[in-house]
């Protein structure tokens, strides 16, 4: 299983839309866009979790498609360093 971070999604986008993009390549197993807590827009980004051959296949079909008047970006998610916004040292 394989976890891609999606960029470049319009605020007007739904998870059903993004899933249905997404089902081109295979099954999505979970999706989960982030949103604006005042408007329940999308803010421009989420994360989609696929096997890892569909996974792969959606990053070349999907990363740098334009979608809705936006290129997206998609690829797999990197991990964070345990460090979380604030301030750098």
Do not use: W
């Amino acid at each position: 299983m394989l976890k891609l971070f999606v960029g470049g999604i319009v605020p007007e986008a739904t998870e059903a839309e993004i899933k249905e993009l997404f089902s081109q390549f295979g099954r999505v197993r979970s999706i989960k866009l982030a949103t604006d807590v005042f408007s329940g827009k999308c803010k421009g980004f989420g994360f989609i979790e696929m096997e890892g051959h569909e996974a792969r296949a959606a990053i070349s079909g999907l990363n740098g498609r334009t979608y809705k008047e936006r290129p997206l970006k998609v690829n797999e998610e990197q991990p964070r360093n345990g460090r979380r916004g604030g301030r750098r040292h």
